[in-house]
């Protein structure tokens, strides 16, 4: 059973478009982080989500704690090609990390 | 430039030879961990180590072994490896917040 369901799985879009993925779980965590990954290379953290409510942007980037602390949402605005790339969400606690299995999001240009 | 290096990046080996991937990191991080990547599964933690001499098990040790005798290094050992270890590994090093990872190996057993 994965502890973190992320959805999509995968996500393709045109370029301009705007879209939503999403990271769901039953369990309340005290944090969220997620992470980027390029194809061919390692994850990069975007952004860590501790407090139920908060809502943090990068750029295009809107991230979204659930107020429960049980979710978690990545919305791109006017996505681009550079936006390609798997996107996971991961939980970190007591120095493991669980991740979701990701979505892979892929921008037609 | 703050890295973590991994060692090789592309292996093939056959069933029960014996292996080392070398992970290496260059910003006096005293958090370092080993995950697997495979389609459909995601990232799984294999071991982590919060310090030198302390290594811990994460949701899949089975069939591998660290250590850490000095800060920058933690070797991934896999003593007998089998198909079902064929995978992309990644090492990350991690400071107060923001965990870094290495660019991966992927390995083949046949």
């Known amino acids: 059973t994965q502890l973190l369901e992320q959805s999509p799985q995968f996500l393709s879009i045109q370029e301009g478009e705007n879209l939503t993925v999403y990271c769901n779980s039953s369990?309340?965590?005290?944090?969220l982080q997620w992470y980027r990954q390029e194809p061919g290379e390692g994850p990069v953290l975007l952004v860590t989500?501790?407090?139920?409510?908060e809502v943090k942007k990068l750029k295009r980037l809107t991230f979204q704690f659930g107020d429960a602390r049980k979710d978690s949402s990545l919305h791109i605005t006017a996505a681009q090609p550079g936006d390609t790339g798997l996107y996971l969400c991961?939980?970190?606690?007591?120095?493991?990390?669980?991740f979701g299995t990701g979505t892979s999001l892929t921008v037609i240009p | 430039e703050a890295q973590v290096t991994q060692n090789p990046r592309y292996l093939i080996t056959v069933t029960g030879k014996k292996l080392t991937v070398t992970c290496s990191q260059n910003?006096?991080?005293?958090?370092m961990s080993w995950y697997r990547q495979d389609p459909g599964l995601g990232l799984r933690q294999i071991y982590y180590?919060?310090?030198?001499?302390?290594?811990d098990k994460g949701d899949v040790p089975e069939g591998y072994k660290v250590s850490r005798k000095e800060k920058r290094n933690f070797p991934l050992i896999l003593e007998s490896p089998s198909p079902n270890q064929t995978s992309l590994y990644f090492c990350?090093?991690?400071?107060?917040?923001?965990?870094?990872f290495g660019p991966g190996t992927r390995l083949t057993v046949t």
């Open positions: 990350a090093s991690k400071g107060l917040d923001e965990q870094y």
């Open positions: 991961a939980w970190p606690y007591r120095g493991q990390f669980y």
């Open positions: 910003m006096n991080h005293e958090y």
């Open positions: 369990s309340v965590f005290s944090s």
């Open positions: 989500v501790v407090t139920g409510g």
């Open positions: 180590s919060m310090n030198v001499e302390v290594t």
